[in-house]
């Protein structure tokens, strides 16, 4: 919905919310128009009316419409986003944790970012090897401030919302990864995301490849389990337990768009699972207008399916809750090198 900038008086919006309340449907219909109009700058006017005094009808409506505009800036600025580069994936997953949390202190998450981006800055020298500086990371990141999957409670929406992961330091695969990935690559590490299916990991890409615009990985990396580091003869017996073919592009990057749409299907199986029905569906209607208004899909139509098939990497089922009774990547941690390292080939 189109906004205007013009913002009546606070007598004029104190008249308007009075008629909240009115038993005229048309004339709350006109009155709640009006106010969604003007977008987030009357907020905190609702916000006030709401804790004042006025009858229950009223302030059921007035929660409505915050969330109506919330809910609006928050799909406007992801379907900007969607129409321009899509190269700051940290904007948008900041976007889709202000769907749950609308009053979420950006600066604060990028500075608990930034504060991780030091730390390991100062461990890392330029004579490392790819292994040396993803043993660093980890090291930082799972050692000493204790980030890990949330398997307790895998489905909570919360576990999407970049904020509350970087708050409690527990989350699901993809936000894991993507703030392993956004940290790897302030380190200039070729680090990327890979779209496997029911549970997102981390590739780390061969540079001799990598400069004729073939993406291979060197290794992959579970940032689920601690940084566990496998390889490609993992991914294949994963697929297998899975039933699903080696397709290719289960082992190579994936794009930010594809992170987007898989971090929101996280968020509606999230809320289907929480009985949030009418939460869940406004999120399926985002996810597929982002996908079929993607202008950079055409790029790789080999790669293209649409968010509910059967094939797609990121549809109903998101993520698998229990990832360590199928991922061959995921062991037991009592058996692991203390900085997730496994062998393989």
């Known amino acids: 919905m189109p906004q205007t900038n013009a913002l009546p008086s606070e007598s004029e919006l104190q008249a308007m919310i009075c008629l909240l309340d009115d038993t005229d449907q048309e004339v709350v219909e006109e009155v709640s128009k009006a106010l969604l109009l003007r977008g987030p700058l009357v907020v905190p006017f609702l916000e006030s009316a709401w804790i004042g005094d006025l009858p229950l009808i009223a302030r059921e409506r007035i929660e409505e419409l915050i969330h109506q505009i919330q809910w609006n800036q928050c799909k406007e600025a992801l379907l900007a986003w ?32 930034e504060s991780l981006r030091i730390e390991i800055w100062m461990e890392m020298n ?25 398997t307790a409670n895998y489905n909570d929406p919360q ?9 409690s ?29 029911q549970h997102f990991i981390l590739a780390y890409l061969d540079d001799v490849t990598e400069e004729i615009s073939v993406p291979k990985a060197l290794f992959y990396i579970n940032a689920f389990n601690k940084g566990m580091v496998f390889g490609e003869k993992e991914i294949e017996r994963f697929l297998e337990l899975i039933h ?6 289960y082992f190579r990057p994936c794009t930010h768009h594809d992170i987007v749409i898989r971090v929101l299907n996280n968020l509606i199986h999230g809320y289907s699972e929480s009985g949030k029905q009418e939460a869940s569906k406004e999120l399926v209607e985002l996810r597929d207008v ?19 098939s059967e ?13 360590s009774d199928q991922d061959p990547s995921d062991q037991d941690p009592s058996n692991q090198d203390p900085d997730g390292f496994s062998d393989f080939d």
């Not at 576990?159 to 708050?167: A, Q, T, W, Y």
């Not at 699903?244 to 592009?249: E, F, G, M, T």
């Not at 094939?311 to 993520?319: I, L, Q």
Request: charged share 25%; net charge negative.
């Open 82 to 113: 969607n129409l321009g580069d899509q190269e700051d994936l940290l904007t948008a997953l900041i976007w889709i944790a202000r769907i749950r949390y609308p009053d979420l202190d950006e600066s604060e998450l990028r500075n608990r970012l």
């Open 244 to 249: 699903l073919p080696a397709n290719p592009r």
């Open 159 to 167: 576990n999407s919302c970049l904020n509350k992961v970087l708050e």
């Open 311 to 323: 094939e797609n990497p990121g549809s109903d089922d998101a993520d698998r809750q229990d990832p």
């Open 290 to 308: 982002l996908v079929e208004e993607n202008p950079w899909r055409t790029l790789h139509p080999e790669d293209q399916t649409h968010p509910n």
């Open 169 to 197: 330091r527990k989350g699901n695969p993809i936000v894991l990864c993507c703030i392993y990935m956004w940290l790897a690559t302030k380190m200039e590490m070729p680090v990327v995301g890979v779209n496997l299916p």
């Open 126 to 150: 330029p004579c490392m090897t790819a292994l040396e500086k993803v043993r660093v990371i980890n090291h930082v990141l799972f050692k000493i401030h204790g980030y890990r999957g949330n």
